[in-house]
């Protein structure tokens, strides 16, 4: 959640984590559906509110 809230790109999360694109943006959709949330900017602004990442 943290990479994806500091704006980074599906392939660049996915090297950083050793795993392919498609498993992050299947990860990403289901984060986005299990908090409710419609897009990247509303996990954004979760992810500062809980204190993951900096404004």
Do not use: C, F, W
């Not at 660049?12 to 050793?18: D, F, N, R, V």
């Not at 795993?19 to 559906?33: E, F, G, M, Y």
């Amino acid at each position: 959640m943290k990479l994806i809230a500091e704006s980074h790109s599906s392939r660049e999360i996915a090297e950083t984590l050793g795993i392919s694109a498609k498993t992050v943006d299947r990860h990403r959709a289901n984060i986005l559906q299990k908090l409710g949330m419609r897009d990247r900017l509303d996990l954004t602004r979760y992810a500062i509110r809980a204190g993951l990442v900096e404004p």
